[in-house]
């Protein structure tokens, strides 16, 4: 893999760039939206962030922030006709993907840029074994033969923690727990070596402890082969442990960015201030547990002003009006508030 | 929070100190249950708008036949037969010569009402006899499936010839009897469909949480499924039911083309299209007219039982 | 599986029984003079009667009478008829003629079903899916003998393109309208149930899935999305692949084919319980068969089923 050189930028952000100073992958100021019977949702309201090889990004958000359609619109996997791409880009080592043909982005799909998905029962195919739909890409796109991509895909499964690999690869699915199931599709999605792994909560469908060890998995693994991880999830506990930094997504914008401890350290944006103040805390038994008042808005009447404003404990005049850009502060950081400043200082 | 107590009377229940809406103001929202979307969708298809108006007019046609026509379907004056169509006798006359455009008119009360009666025979046999083995599971389930099986295992047409031929002679010339005889026969080998239906819904909705949460309540089996377990499950069995109609009034047509279903003194499509058989080549107005008005009838309910079906399926979202 | 196949055999078993007892009781105990058609239009002379009836055992209670001819049955001996026909030839002879026209009824169907439903499924809303759906809907709209009788005038009598009766011993392409008319309501069915899964299986998760690895589309489409589609249609065609063989009383009316159908309404008509019985018996096995084999296939198809 490329020497990794930290650089500074124009806006003070440090981040893990390849030797031309291209992030591996990056999302820049992507505006998507769906059209629905309700009307027209403006589920991605600008969106950037980007991630570099070795470095895991978290995602972080409410249901209906727009972290899957977001990672969706990097696969290429959106439903285009409810789906607009309206303005925005993506671009893999530089590389522009919303312009490039069909072709090249099935291309990226795998072998650079796999993902990984919630519900692995639902996301596996129930009709065809698991070693079949390990080895198929090896097949049809590597020109494996039957028996070694056979044998790659139980080198895979015992490589992501499966017990008795070689009688499970003739295994379906349904026949697998959660947790084995989980590990099965993270096999599958590394059989080409991809540089980039979006893992789309992986494991909001499991229970703590296999959580726990499949986080740990996803660790070695990206540790081992320096992928760059983007680890979408609302699990704030789980973010703690893996990531290097955070993008915290509102609304179908990113609301905070920065590196995870100064984040959880000094939280620079209301709503990531909310979202620390409600985890629950051991040496706070007894007090009333803090939720954030009210609800998201609804995406096809977003209103003027800061999405976050009417949930706000900081909010002022200013905030019914203007829409606060995302605006650089030291340390590599980033905060979409108009009294960032202020909060940072505090 | 609403206060306990107060659950337990009859008066509305005010929800004190109710909590202020988000600061958001947003329009107020449609209800969103199943069936008003179900509704507001359908209002929306076109077909389902063809359809009704179809079926409407049928009704009409059924209801108040003397509207369309003063003539009288039974009587007949041969030195008319089988003439074609002219302007006082629209569609023509038949054999015995009786006008076909009359005999069409009333021929329609008959065969949406055997239709109707065949699909109400089957629905409430079938979703009661369902009900009770989807819910009650067990031995009892296990019997009145098996003898679902034994009915279900009996060919249609064959089972309803049978049936129909030896009653045949039982029921003579009255027209509720031979009308009674052909409904109970239509019912007697379709109700194991709905049973099934049924029953499946019943299964799975027995299973559910919220039945478990009520029978935990101490609610008794009845309440249970009329308030938990019969919304549910009514929903398949009607979609069904509406299709069904429309089979219904096709199977009796069959049924009396074969010539065991209805007969004379009825009237109805599917006697005018038994009777025009033997004419086909001759006067081929005698099978045009009724079967034209089966095949739109026929239709009608069909496409009404898609659209239902469509506008319930949440998937088709 | 065995064990399955053999459970579900034993089931069977009861239903089989039931099934033939209950037509056997209809067509034996039910008011009805079951010697009516032995001597033509005449009543027969009551000695005659006697020995009818001592012959056939109808002087014996029901039940009596219904075991000892499953027991003949169990020999492979359905009796003869009034007109001292041996109903098991009469039955290999016309049933030979029935399965023919089911092969290219579920032929006609599975194919134009299966194309139709394709080309709608992968491409909802266009314009190919709203004629085939505004099709479908004619053809299970109108009753197949409108159908039958329809198709008989219009390529027989008027164009000529066929015979309007088929021959005597037909072969497959004599078959072909009619098997197309028996076939017309199942192929609207086949059409829509394909369309509906394959409609429903692109949006299921696992087709995301496939997509996200970077397969090709044709992969996508014709590797994970056809074998999950599949499933509920091949089980609807083995069922009724089931139903075909029970017999097409209409059909082979309209076209003259003289396949079990026809046998039976006649014997029906002359009210020769013998044959009535020895058919339904045999149709009713046919189907229980094809059911439990397509219980099985189901299973073989679906790993995720299991049968126990």
Aim: glycine fraction near 10%.
């Amino acid at each position: 893999m490329s020497t990794r050189t930290t650089t500074q930028t124009d806006a003070g952000a440090v981040t893990d760039r390849g030797p031309d100073g291209v992030p591996l992958l990056e999302v820049d100021d992507l505006h998507v939206e769906f059209h629905t019977r309700d009307g027209v949702a403006t589920v991605l309201n600008g969106v950037n962030y980007h991630v570099g090889a070795g470095e895991t990004l978290a995602v972080l958000g409410e249901s209906g922030s727009g972290k899957s359609v977001t990672a969706n619109t990097v696969m290429g996997i959106l439903p285009v006709p409810p789906a607009r791409i309206t303005s925005g880009a993506v671009r893999y080592r530089g590389e522009e993907l919303l312009t490039a043909d069909d072709e090249r982005r099935r291309e990226l799909r795998g072998e650079h840029i796999a993902m990984i998905f919630q519900d692995a029962l639902s996301a596996l195919n129930p009709v065809f074994t698991v070693g079949f739909q390990i080895g198929e890409q090896l097949r049809t796109r590597r020109g494996m033969s039957r028996r070694d991509a056979r044998a790659r895909a139980v080198e895979l499964l015992d490589m992501v923690g499966i017990p008795g690999a070689k009688q499970r690869v003739t295994s379906f699915p349904h026949e697998f727990s959660g947790g084995m199931r989980q590990r099965a599709m993270i096999a599958m999605s590394l059989a080409l070596d991809p540089d980039v792994l979006i893992a789309d909560e992986p494991t909001t469908a499991l229970d703590v402890t296999v959580q726990a060890q499949i986080m740990d998995l996803l660790a070695d693994i990206q540790r081992e082969r320096e992928m760059g991880m983007i680890l979408i999830t609302h699990d704030l506990g789980v973010v703690a442990e893996v990531a290097d930094r955070i993008a915290v997504m509102y609304a179908g914008r990113i609301v905070e960015q920065g590196d995870v401890h100064q984040l959880f350290a000094k939280p620079c944006h209301p709503y990531t201030e909310a979202l620390l103040a409600s985890i629950p805390r051991l040496d706070s038994k007894g007090t009333q547990l803090q939720a954030i008042s009210g609800l998201p808005p609804t995406l096809t009447r977003i209103p003027p002003g800061c999405p976050f404003h009417p949930r706000c404990p900081r909010a002022r005049d200013e905030c019914r009006e203007i829409d606060p850009p995302l605006l650089a502060l030291p340390g590599g950081r980033a905060s979409a508030c108009l009294f960032a400043e202020e909060l940072a200082q505090s | 929070m609403t206060d306990p107590t107060t659950a337990t009377s009859d008066k509305p229940v005010v929800a004190t100190g109710a909590a202020a809406s988000p600061a958001t103001a947003t329009a107020p929202t449609r209800t969103r249950s199943l069936s008003a979307d179900a509704w507001y969708d359908l209002r929306r298809r076109p077909l389902f708008i063809v359809a009704a108006t179809l079926i409407g007019t049928l009704l009409v046609l059924a209801a108040f036949p003397q509207l369309f026509t003063s003539v009288d379907p039974t009587v007949g004056d041969l030195s008319r037969a089988r003439q074609g169509p002219s302007a006082e006798a629209w569609f023509g006359y038949d054999q015995l010569g009786r006008d076909v455009y009359a005999r069409t008119i009333y021929g329609t009360r008959v065969s949406i009402v055997v239709g109707v009666l065949a699909t109400t025979v089957v629905v409430l046999v079938g979703a009661v006899v369902g009900l009770v083995a989807g819910f009650a599971g067990g031995w009892v389930d296990s019997l009145l499936a098996r003898i679902a099986d034994v009915f279900f295992g009996v060919p249609f047409i064959l089972g309803a010839i049978v049936v129909l031929s030896t009653f045949r002679l039982a029921v003579g010339q009255s027209v509720i009897g031979i009308s009674a005889l052909v409904i109970g026969t239509i019912g007697l080998l379709s109700w194991p469909i709905t049973m099934r239906i049924m029953r499946s819904a019943a299964i799975a909705a027995r299973n559910q949480d919220y039945v478990k949460a009520a029978r935990a309540l101490g609610a008794s089996p009845l309440r249970i499924i009329r308030r938990h377990i019969l919304p549910n499950t009514i929903a398949p069995v009607l979609v069904y039911a509406t299709i069904a109609l429309g089979a219904f009034i096709g199977a009796e047509a069959t049924l009396s083309f074969l010539g065991v279903g209805l007969r004379d003194p009825v009237v109805s499509w599917g006697v005018m299209i038994s009777e025009a058989q033997s004419y086909l080549r001759t006067s081929p107005h005698l099978l045009l007219f009724p079967g034209a008005f089966l095949v739109v009838t026929v239709l009608a309910f069909v496409l009404l039982g898609d659209a239902v079906r469509d506008a319930f399926d949440p998937k088709g979202r | 599986m065995g064990r399955y196949v053999l459970r579900r055999l034993l089931q069977l078993v009861p239903v089989f029984l039931g099934t033939t007892f209950l037509i056997y009781f209809m067509v034996w105990a039910l008011p009805g003079d079951p010697l009516a058609g032995k001597c033509g239009d005449q009543a027969c002379p009551p000695a005659f009667i006697e020995q009818l009836r001592a012959e056939y055992g109808l002087d014996q209670p029901l039940v009596v009478q219904y075991l000892s001819y499953l027991g003949g049955l169990l020999q492979g001996d359905f009796g003869e008829n009034f007109r001292g026909q041996e109903v098991g030839t009469l039955i290999a002879n016309t049933y030979s003629v029935t399965i023919k026209l089911a092969l290219v009824a579920l032929v006609i169907q599975a194919v134009i079903g299966l194309t139709a439903g394709v080309l709608t499924g992968l491409r909802p809303g266009g314009y190919l899916d709203n004629v085939v759906l505004t099709a479908t809907l004619f053809l299970v709209a109108v009753p197949v003998f409108v159908t039958g009788y329809v198709l008989q005038a219009v390529l027989g009598l008027r164009l000529g393109l066929i015979p309007p009766t088929v021959p005597a011993d037909p072969g497959f392409t004599d078959l072909i309208v009619p098997g197309y008319v028996l076939g017309s309501l199942s192929l609207a069915y086949v059409a829509r149930l394909t369309r509906t899964s394959i409609a429903e299986n692109s949006r299921a998760d696992y087709v995301r899935t496939a997509t996200a690895k970077g397969l090709t589309r044709r992969r996508v489409v014709g590797v994970h999305l056809t074998r999950n589609s599949a499933i509920p249609v091949i089980t609807f065609l083995g069922a009724d692949f089931g139903t075909l063989m029970g017999g097409a009383i209409v059909t082979e009316g309209i076209f003259n084919i003289r396949g079990i159908g026809g046998l039976v309404f006649e014997s029906i008509q002359r009210l020769d319980g013998v044959v009535v019985t020895g058919v339904v018996v045999l149709l009713v096995m046919v189907y229980l068969l094809a059911n439990l084999l397509v219980d099985v296939t189901y299973a073989l198809l679906d790993p995720r089923i299991r049968l126990d």
